[in-house]
Each structure stands twice: as C-alpha cells, then as structure tokens.
Nanobody
Framework: QVQLVESGGGSVQAGGSLRLSCAAS????????MGWFRQAPGKEREFVAA????????YYADSMKGRFTISRDNAKNTVDLQMNSLKPEDTAVYSC??????????????????????WGQGTQVTVSS
C-alpha cells in the first residue's frame, strides 16, 4: 500500500506563488513516475505535470508550461509542484499520484489519470483576482 499526502495548498492572489508538496509512505516510491492532477468544481480531472522516476524527464500541460515546475527528492520520498504566476483559472483541488507501472515514462500514458494507481486526497488551491 502507498499513502500519498499533499500539503501546501491555500489562497493566493493572482500573480502569486504556491509550492505544493506530496509525501509518500508505504510501498515503493522510487522507480515510479509521479504526477500532479487537478480538478475544479464542475470540471473533469486535468493533468498538470509528471516527472520520471529518476527526475530527469518532466512533462507539463500546455497551460502550465513556464509557470509550474515539478521536482522530486527520492531520498525523502517527496514530489513538489512549484506554481508561479498563478491565475484564477488555476483554482482547483490538486492531487498527486503514483504511476501503476515502474520505470515507465511516456507522454501518452503519463497524461492519463488511469496510468496512476495511487492518489492523495488532494489540497485546495484558490487564486483570487
């Protein structure tokens, strides 16, 4: 079993920054792609970013490129999401997830929520204009 716990959410004004963190415990963290997704009220879950198991490959949704940065620390079993230049449309519940398959990182699969087998409960991010 893998437990994922997000932290760092909150309220911020447009243009501000937040740093989300996801701590993993339980079974393997190393060797697995980690991803961040978000879901706004009334909208479908949306891919945000993913990072390969070594941390040497990252991928972002187009609307997050240049504003968000995903990183991981395999020694600490954490994955972070630095969010800058936040916009009101970034308001959502952000969740981290661990991929179901080890050592796998393809864009086609990592943007799909069904590629991930373990999820945190999410943290709320609210951006006001």
């Amino acid at each position: 079993q893998v437990q994922l716990v997000e932290s760092g959410g909150g309220s911020v004004q447009a243009g501000g920054s937040l740093r989300l963190s996801c701590a993993a415990s339980g079974r393997t963290f190393n060797g697995y792609t980690m991803g961040w997704f978000r879901q706004a009220p009334g909208k479908e879950r949306e891919f945000v970013a993913a990072i390969s198991w070594k941390g040497d490959n990252t991928y972002y949704a187009d609307s997050m490129k240049g504003r968000f940065t995903i990183s991981r620390d395999n020694a600490k079993n954490t994955v972070d999401l630095q969010m800058n230049s936040l916009k009101p449309e970034d308001t959502a519940v952000y969740s981290c997830a661990r991929s179901s398959r080890a050592y796998a990182f393809t864009i086609a699969t990592m943007i799909r929520f069904d590629s991930y087998g373990y999820w945190g409960q999410g943290t709320q991010v609210t951006v006001s204009s």
